[in-house]
Each structure stands twice: as C-alpha cells, then as structure tokens.
C-alpha cells in the first residue's frame, strides 16, 4: 500500500510539472507578467498578451479565437470579381499531416463564390501593440489566393500583411497595406528577392514558415518580415496612423483580383500558422488603471516579449468583445455656431426675397404695354418713327409688325425692352442669331431681307436691324416726365453704336454686290446642322433665342445625320452599359452569368455594340465644319469654327468634369468598387483627383494632348468618353487647313490623288486623321461635283455605289464577326504592320504589337465609318429611317447624353445592382431594373441640364466669337442686366436718367445747361 502510495504521488509530481512546462497554467503566467510586456528594440510597452502555439493546443482552438463562419454578399475591390465566404470545415487544428493550424480555400461555386478559412480574436478592445505570428504561404500551382495576418475595425481602419502565391509562384509576393490600400506591387516584396537575401533569418524559402510583423503604435506603423523592415508608415510624414480598437485576424482567402490574389484556387489549397504573439494594450483602460499601472510598475518588472517561453492571455472583460463605438459628444450643442449659421442664412433669404420682389414680374410691364398707373405710353413720332418702326420686331406702340417683316424670330425678341414703373429701361439678355439661323428663318419665313455677313449681329440686346439703312438703331422710348426720349438707356454708348452704324454700312454696300450663286449656297447651308455630332458635342437644343432646323421634312440633310448621330450616340451609351454590367456581351473570354450572353456577343453585340460606330461622329463632324467654305470659299468660316471650336467642346466638359469631381468627392460613385463581384466586369474604374490643381492641369491636358495619348482624365471621369476629345480638337485644325489646300487644287485628278495621299499616310501612322480627310472627301463630293444628282439620275451607277457602300459596312463588320469564331484576329495583324514609334520596326517586331487599345484606329473602323457615311448621304431608304421622330427628339441633347450617361451607370447603376444582387434576385431581372432606372433617370435630367450646357458651349462660344469681330466690343455696365434700382433709390436713378436724357438732348441742340 505505502508503496502504491509513493508511486502515484510521484506520477502526479511529474504530470504537475508538466503541465507547468507547457504553459498550460494561463491564469501563472498573466499574474507573473502583471506590470506587461516590454520591447526592448522598440522601447514600447503593452499591458495584455495573447499568446497561443498551435502545436500546444492538442486539437482545440484557445478561447482566445473564434472562428470565422460568413458570406458576403458583395466584396470591395476594382478586380475582385469573387466573392468570400468563410466555412468552419476550412479550418483545422493539429491533424495528422501538420502540428499547425491550417487553413484551406476551396475553388469557386458557379456564381462565383470562394470558400476559405480563418479565425479572429475574441477580444475587440485591441489598440496599439506589436502582433508576430509564424505563416507559411499557400502552396505553388495552387492557383492564387492570399494568408493574411490582419487588424481591422472597417474600411478605413485597417493594416494588413498578405502572404500571396500568385497563380505563377514567379508572381507570388507579400503585400503590406493600410487603410484598403489599392494592393500595388510598389507595396510589397516579391518572394523571389526574399528568396536570394538574408532578409529571413533561419529560413531558406518564403514558401516555408516566415515570421511577419505589425508594430502599431499611436504614431506609427511599421511591417516586418523576418526581421527585415519593409515598410513604415509615420504620422508626421502626414499620413493618417489608424486609431481605432480592432479584432485581430489570420485568414486564407481569394478574390481573384488580378493585381494582388489572383486565383482562385483550381483546388483546394492550404496555408499554415505556426503561432501568434500578440502583445497590445486595452481600448476599455481608464486613466485611473493606467495611473494605477504607473504607479506600481516600471519597464524593468515587465516581461520581454523577446521571450519566448512567455504563454497565456492576459484576462479581460466582457465588454472587451464588443465592438468598439465612439463615444458621443457630451460637451452639449453649439449654440455659438448655431446662432452664426441662423444669422447667414437669415440675411441670404432676405436678400434673396429682396432680389425677387425687385425683379419680380408682378412689377414689371411688357414693352408692348408699358403703362404707369392706367395711362398708354405715347408712340414715337417723327423721325423716330420712321427708323423704328416696321424695320423693328416690335413697335414702340405695342404693335407687332407682320412676321415676313422681321429680321429675326419673335421668340427672341430682342428688341423689346422692360420699363419699370419709375421709368428705368433695362434691356433684356442680348440674343445672338448665325448666318445660318438667320437664313433658315428667312427661307422658312418668306422674308426678304438680304443675309447678313459673319460680322452682322446685333451689338446688343437693345440694338435693332433697320432694314432701310442696314445700321444698327435703339428703340426711342420717351420719358414719361421730361418729355426726351431715353435711347442712352436702351444703349448706353453712342459713340460706339455710331462706330457699328458706319460698319454696317459699309457691310451693307459690300452685300449689294454679292453674287446670287454666294447667296444661294449660304441658304442651301441653312439646312445644314451647324457641328452636331456627340464626338465633336456641337448640338443644338431647342431653346427660345435659338432657330434649330429640326423641324424640316424627313430626308433634309438636318434630319437624318441628327439621326445618325443620335442613334450612334445611344449605341454607345449601350457598349458602356454592357462593359460596366455585362462584360461578356462584349469582352471575348470574359466571366458568363448565362450561357447566351456568349451568343449574343457573337452576332448581335457585333453589329450593334461595336466600337466601329465611334467612327461615323468624326466623319460626320467633318462634314459640318467644311461644308460652307466648300460653296463659298468664305474664310470667315474658316476662322468662326477656329475661334469658336475649342470653347464649344472645352466649356461643357470641364463644367461637367467639375461636377463629377464634387459628386465623386462626397461619395456617388462608392458603391462602383464593390459593383465587379457582382457585374463580374473589371472595366469601370474612377478615382478622384488628387487635389483641384490636378483637375485644372488634366483639363488643360485635354486641349492641348496630341493623339492617340490618352489623357489622364479619363481615371478620374465616369467612362473614358473624353479621350475623342483631342481626336476632334487637333482633328478641327487639320480639317480647316485641309479644307483651304483642296478647295485650290481645281484639277480633279490631283485633288482626288491628294485624298488618297493623306488617308493612306494617316492610316499607316494610327492617325484618326484617316477618318477626317474621307469625311472632308464625302463633303467635297456632294457640295463641289454634286455627285448625288448625278448618281439618282443613273439607276445602275446609283445601285453599284449603294453595293460598293454597303459592302464596306459588312466588311467592317465582318472582321469582328469573323474573330468570333476563329482564332484569326484582322485587327491584330493589321496593328502589326504599323510601325513603332519608338524603334521604327513594325509593332509586331515590339512587344506593343498585339490588340490595339480602344482609342487606335482600325481599318475595319474606317471602312465601317465611310461605308455607312455615304449609305445614309444617298439612300432615301436610310434617310426616312434615320429622321424618326424619336431620334430627333434625342438630337438636341446628344451632347449631354455623351457627357452624364456614365456617372448615371457608375452611381444609381452600380448602387442599385449591387443591393439587388444582397437581396438575392435573378441578374437579368437585376439588369432589367437597373437599365430602365438608369435610362428614365437619364431622359428626365436632360430637360434640366441640356440648356445649362447649351448655355456654357454654345452662347458663350458665339460671345467669345461676337468679341473677336465686332468693332468695338459691345461694353456693358456693372449691374448688367439688372438696373440701377436694385441698390439704389429708384427716385435717384429716375432723376438721373432724366439729367442724362436733358443733357444729351441739349447738347444735340447746341444748349448750354450749365449753371
């Protein structure tokens, strides 16, 4: 019995120091290390530990770590086109194969759901501390995936070290990355440099066990591997150090995103931990804790975490695993800040009502019925009169003269004036006409009135046509008290209105001599749409102070190319749509949600969403900008489309730009970068400016870049739209020069020999000039051989030209077509032929031969552009086709459809897809949803934003143009064009105006009224 005794005392002796050996005793070895945990190297100290080996842990996880059970609905990330998912079978502890935690992704569900493991801490309250764990990478030819050693609260507040092996192990690298970072290679180390230094103390591979480590302090973050400092991050060199109490993670994942994981998996693929080391300090410590802790202990009496026999965790509480919320702000409300912004916005309404009530209409009389009080104003008599009169849109009288009398259209009116009751005129927003408005008004009006010159716009809003003289006069409008007449108030500057009068008439006498044949082609180019093509964003809206001829009969030139260009400008807005939401609709190769999304790539995306249609804006945009010198050789039109080019197409962009700058700033388009796990598409990619100095310059850039650049707005702007930008700008000057040289070749087989020299020398140099000059030679056809009449009147030659044109939009087509459904791609072997501009080989000799980028021309892209150009010139067929009602609707508001369709797609598109998508409905419901959403959205801004960019293009580029021909500039006071009453007394200005109007109407006479 004693002997019995002894031997199970001794058994249990030894079990005790075993289990005192192995650490197993938590509660020991947090007491021992009650003053925390010191780090030499860095000088730090930490009061918690978590500390586990996961060779120690006989087959159970510690208490310390959950693990991770999820399914995202969607994932962030421009490429990450998978989705996670977390599955409890994915994690395994201690088995037979290995003494580590292992943890396993397995490859993708049809829907494109990735299934990997992981664990996190218990506790949340984890802030600042130095994190150590021994990883070992997933395997080689695994196919990609990423073992992450992570602390993270959101989005934001997050540092992370991601073992990846790539889908090539040449590939594979350790990532180190801080609040979401986009994962650049220039962030991380490859394994191959890990391979061949001593950066791994101990280690042959990266591919075996690695220690990585995160020190996270309040002022800085630094990322080791090995013991090897790749990375750190301080808040002094302005970055932002995250701050805010997070779980620790360990999880093997994948996304499939090309620019860091890869993958995923083709098999199930594992990766290892050895242990984790985790010494960090508690969110949940008061003051009066840590006042406590500094009182009882110094650094000396902490344990070295260069330790490591250290084991256990340090004790915590509950609250220690919730997450952490920020504390609300007791401090009570801002009554100082309130009461300021109360004040501000007190005095902006009254000001405004203020401004309302002055200006409103319930002040206000018409110029037709100027009264004060009940009584009629008296009408002009004499000689004002007779120059105000019938030649004048309006009487003075009220009287409106007959429509065939008018120089302009009454919709414009512009020279009717408002008249307050105390008598002060002010003249109305002045309205501009162009030769050709004026002239289709004329045609359409029966008027009689000769075309004016590029020069003949009214100086003014006030300013009127005399049809008598040809000068420019003011409307006499007499005060009511003094008896004189007010025309200084109407325009302010005689002497200059003298200046234009003496122009005018010197115009007026030039137009007597004018030849019929000149008068002629400007009417027959009064039914010419003036510029308006999406790409060269020339269009006409129907606003009030504008004649647009979009009312002519179907089969007028206006009709039908405002049908072309709008139906291709909504084929494109569809080619966007399908890259951002149905990638393999047009992407060969690309991830398929169904099955038919490949066939119908093959046909129908081939002749409907190809980018050949690009092709016809610049063909048809050329034809607008040349056509009136081509008939008159006027090189006033030539030098109007110099000046009025660049601010037609640069206003509106960069007004729009702007407005996607603000709207990307404050977080419209979040939910883009989460839009590829559902869409599948890696295509739509945004990012904001650096700061408004980077948005200036890349506006600049777009004016001045040559191409084929692209410019670098197109990162920063919804869809890449602005690259034809400069394609139109640099193309406009070719064209205007191009356009003076062939108009004085006159020997038709030199000109034509000209043609062929420039297409052919655009095409080899990748130079959409190609596009341009055989837009310039279909032009030149129709205005200057006439080679319509002549076709229409020849039945067979009419047929074969139709055929010949026809056959150049299918073999356009076909190239595509063809590349469907064998390997042969035309348009990589024709890139190959060019050469490179860098060498002077021919590309395919380069490694940049291959498929051309999107904004290279092509071949088949000019045989399309042309072939379809001269089908829809001819064929009334096409023209009646083309000059639906629907289609010219859409006409006028091209320019704003081109520029706002893909912030529409990339905000309200990406956001709705992607919450239908949670909610778990079918994608081509999905799909269905999200088009009507984005198109009626679209359709019903466009009532509202195409005037406003209407208004910064083409009113501000016909002022720019009045400017620069007029003599003198029109000069316009301060309150223009709001009257002196807005501020001052109204009887003040009453009285002044009518000192002025005595003065002027005594120094006519010759009186002195000096006192």
Same mark, same amino acid.
């Given at each position: 019995m004693v002997s019995s005794f002894f031997r199970s005392f001794i058994t249990a002796s030894l079990a005790i120091s075993c289990l005192d050996l192995r650490g197993v005793s938590a509660a020991d070895e947090s007491a021992s290390c009650s003053c925390g945990y010191y780090d030499s190297s860095t000088q730090d100290l930490f009061t918690e530990s978590i500390i586990v080996y996961f060779n120690e842990t006989d087959g159970a996880l510690p208490d310390d770590f959950l693990v991770d059970s999820f399914k995202h609905n969607f994932e962030k990330g421009w490429n990450s086109i998978y989705r996670q998912d977390a599955d409890i079978a994915n994690v395994q502890l201690q088995n037979a194969t290995s003494s580590s935690l292992e943890l396993y992704v397995s490859p993708s569900t049809p829907d494109h759901l990735v299934l990997g493991g992981g664990i996190q801490t218990t506790r949340r309250d984890i802030q600042y501390g130095t994190f150590r764990s021994l990883l070992r990478s997933p395997r080689q030819w695994a196919g990609g995936s990423a073992l992450s050693m992570r602390l993270e609260y959101n989005e934001t507040e997050s540092m992370e070290i991601n073992m990846q092996n790539a889908n090539n192990p040449a590939d594979a690298w350790v990532s180190t990355l801080i609040r979401g970072e986009f994962p650049e290679r220039g962030l991380g180390v490859n394994y191959s440099i890990l391979s061949n230094s001593s950066m791994i103390n101990g280690t042959a591979s990266p591919w075996e066990f690695t220690e990585v480590r995160i020190d996270w302090t309040e002022e800085e973050v630094r990322y080791f591997i090995g013991t090897n400092l790749t990375r750190s991050i301080k808040r002094k060199g302005g970055k932002i150090v995250p701050e805010t109490p997070a779980p620790f993670y360990l999880r093997h994942w994948s996304t499939g995103d090309t620019y860091s994981t890869e993958g995923p998996p083709t098999e199930r693929s594992v990766a290892n931990v050895g242990w984790a080391r985790l010494f960090f300090n508690s969110s949940l410590m008061?003051?009066?804790?840590?006042?406590?802790?500094?009182?009882?202990?110094?650094?000396?009496?902490?344990?070295?975490?260069?330790?490591?026999?250290?084991?256990?965790?340090?004790?915590?509480?509950?609250?220690?695993?919730?997450?952490?919320?920020?504390?609300?702000?007791?401090?009570?409300?801002?009554?100082?800040?309130?009461? =300021?912004?109360?004040?501000?916005? $007190?005095?902006? #309404?009254?000001?405004?009502?203020?401004?309302?009530?002055?200006?409103?209409?319930?002040? +206000?009389?018409?110029?037709?019925?100027?009264?004060?009080?009940?009584?009629?104003?008296?009408? &002009?008599?004499?000689?004002?009169?007779?120059?105000?009169?019938?030649?004048?849109?309006?009487? $003075?009288?009220?009287?409106?003269?007959?429509?065939?009398?008018?120089?302009?259209?009454?919709?414009?009116?512009?020279?009717?004036?408002?008249?307050?009751?105390?008598?002060?005129?002010?003249?109305?927003?002045p309205r501009y006409h162009s030769?050709?408005?004026?002239?289709?008004?004329?045609?359409?009006?029966?008027?009689?009135?000769?075309?004016?010159?590029?020069?003949?716009?009214?100086?003014?809003?006030?300013?009127?046509?005399?049809?008598?003289?040809?000068? =420019?006069?003011?409307?006499?409008? +007499?005060?009511?008290?003094?008896?004189?007449?007010?025309?200084?108030?109407? /325009?302010?500057?005689?002497?200059?209105?003298?200046?234009?009068?003496?122009?005018?008439?010197?115009? #007026?006498?030039?137009?007597?001599?004018?030849?019929?044949?000149?008068?002629?082609?400007?009417?027959?180019?009064?039914?010419?749409?003036?510029?308006?093509?999406?790409?060269?964003?020339?269009?006409?809206?129907?606003t009030a102070d504008k004649v647009t001829p979009i009312g002519l009969p179907a089969g007028n030139r206006v009709d039908y190319l405002a049908g072309l260009v709008a139906f291709a400008t909504l084929l494109v807005t569809a080619i966007h749509f399908g890259l951002t939401f149905v990638p393999a609709l047009l992407?060969?190769?690309?991830?398929?949600?169904?099955?038919?999304?490949?066939?119908?790539?093959?046909?129908?995306?081939?002749?409907?969403?190809?980018?050949?249609?690009?092709?016809?804006?610049?063909?048809?945009?050329?034809?607008?900008?040349?056509?009136?010198?081509?008939?008159?050789?006027?090189?006033?039109?030539?030098?109007?489309?110099?000046?009025?080019?660049? &601010?037609?197409?640069?206003?509106?962009?960069?007004?729009?730009?702007?407005l996607e700058y603000f709207l990307i700033d404050v977080g419209v388009t979040k939910w883009l970068e989460y839009l590829p796990s559902i869409s599948w598409s890696t295509w739509p990619y945004v990012v904001n400016y650096k700061n408004f100095g980077h948005y200036v310059s890349e506006v600049i850039e777009v004016a001045y870049l040559v191409p084929n650049a692209a410019p670098q707005i197109i990162l920063n702007y919804c869809t890449g739209v602005l690259w034809t930008i400069p394609v139109q700008l640099q193309g406009s000057w070719l064209v205007l020069l191009g356009v003076v040289v062939i108009r004085e070749?006159?020997?038709?087989?030199?000109?034509?020999?000209?043609?062929?020299?420039?297409?052919?020398?655009?095409?080899?140099?990748?130079?959409?000039?190609?596009?341009?000059?055989?837009?310039?030679?279909?032009?030149?056809?129709?205005?200057?051989? +006439?080679?319509?009449?002549?076709?229409?009147?020849?039945?067979?030659?009419?047929?074969? /030209?139709?055929?010949?044109?026809?056959?150049?939009?299918?073999?356009?087509?076909?190239?595509?077509?063809?590349?469907?459904?064998?390997?042969?791609?035309?348009?990589?072997?024709?890139?190959? =032929?060019? &050469?490179? #501009?860098?060498t002077g080989l021919p590309l395919g000799a380069t490694p940049n031969g291959g498929y051309p980028?999107?904004?290279? &021309?092509?071949?088949?892209?000019?045989?399309?552009?042309?072939?379809?150009?001269?089908?829809?010139?001819?064929?009334?067929?096409?023209?009646?086709?083309l000059s639906c009602k629907a289609l010219i609707v859409i006409f006028p508001h091209i320019l704003t459809i081109y520029l706002i369709h893909g912030l529409i797609f990339w905000s309200l598109g990406a956001w709705i897809c992607v919450h239908l998508a949670a909610l778990g409905l079918a994608y081509w419901l999905n799909l269905l949803i999200v088009a009507i959403s984005c198109y009626a959205v679209m359709g019903l801004s466009l009532p509202v934003l195409t005037p406003?960019?209407?208004?910064?293009?083409?009113?501000?580029?016909?002022?720019?143009?009045?400017?620069?021909?007029?003599?003198?500039?029109?000069?316009?006071?301060?309150?223009?064009?709001?009257? +002196?009453?807005?501020? =001052?007394?109204?009887?003040?200005?009453?009285?002044?105006?009518?000192?002025?109007?005595?003065?002027?109407?005594?120094?006519?006479?010759?009186?002195?009224?000096?006192?």
């Open positions: 008061t003051v009066e804790e840590h006042d406590n802790f500094d009182a009882r202990c110094i650094s000396t009496e902490a344990c070295p975490i260069a330790d490591t026999t250290l084991r256990g965790s340090s004790p915590y509480r509950v609250q220690a695993t919730q997450k952490w919320q920020k504390p609300r702000d007791n401090r009570g409300k801002r009554w100082a800040a309130i009461l =300021l912004c109360a004040i501000s916005v $007190s005095i902006s #309404t009254f000001l405004l009502l203020h401004a309302l009530l002055k200006r409103g209409t319930w002040r +206000k009389n018409t110029a037709q019925d100027v009264t004060h009080g009940n009584a009629q104003p008296e009408a &002009p008599t004499g000689s004002d009169a007779s120059s105000n009169g019938s030649s004048q849109g309006t009487l $003075s009288s009220g009287q409106e003269t007959p429509l065939s009398s008018r120089p302009y259209p009454l919709s414009s009116n512009p020279s009717s004036s408002t008249v307050y009751d105390n008598g002060d005129v002010v003249t109305p927003l030769e050709v408005e004026l002239t289709v008004y004329q045609e359409s009006s029966g008027a009689s009135t000769p075309a004016p010159s590029y020069r003949s716009r009214p100086a003014s809003a006030g300013a009127t046509w005399s049809q008598q003289d040809g000068t =420019l006069g003011t409307p006499a409008i +007499k005060d009511r008290n003094s008896g004189s007449t007010t025309e200084d108030k109407m /325009f302010p500057f005689p002497d200059a209105l003298a200046k234009l009068n003496a122009i005018k008439q010197r115009e #007026t006498s030039k137009e007597l001599v004018v030849k019929e044949a000149e008068v002629d082609s400007k009417r027959s180019s009064a039914v010419t749409v003036n510029e308006t093509t999406p790409a060269a964003f020339e269009s006409r809206s129907h992407i060969p190769g690309a991830e398929t949600h169904y099955a038919s999304e490949n066939w119908g790539r093959k046909i129908p995306a081939v002749l409907l969403l190809n980018f050949a249609w690009v092709g016809p804006f610049f063909t048809t945009s050329t034809r607008f900008l040349v056509v009136n010198y081509l008939k008159n050789g006027n090189l006033g039109n030539i030098a109007e489309k110099a000046i009025r080019r660049t &601010p037609r197409l640069m206003i509106p962009v960069a007004a729009v730009a702007l070749i006159k020997t038709p087989w030199k000109r034509f020999g000209y043609y062929a020299f420039c297409v052919i020398n655009h095409w080899y140099a990748q130079s959409w000039g190609s596009f341009l000059w055989m837009g310039l030679l279909l032009a030149d056809l129709d205005v200057t051989y +006439k080679y319509k009449p002549w076709l229409h009147a020849r039945p067979v030659a009419y047929w074969l /030209f139709l055929a010949v044109s026809f056959s150049f939009v299918l073999s356009g087509m076909a190239v595509d077509l063809i590349a469907q459904f064998r390997t042969t791609n035309f348009s990589v072997l024709e890139n190959n =032929l060019h &050469p490179d #501009t860098a980028p999107y904004y290279i &021309p092509r071949l088949n892209g000019l045989f399309f552009a042309v072939g379809l150009q001269a089908m829809v010139e001819v064929s009334p067929l096409v023209q009646r086709a406003v960019i209407e208004t910064l293009g083409g009113n501000v580029a016909l002022h720019i143009w009045q400017c620069a021909t007029e003599e003198p500039a029109p000069s316009r006071r301060t309150l223009y064009p709001y009257g +002196k009453g807005l501020i =001052l007394d109204e009887k003040k200005v009453h009285d002044a105006a009518s000192q002025d109007a005595e003065k002027n109407a005594a120094s006519k006479d010759g009186r002195d009224l000096t006192p």
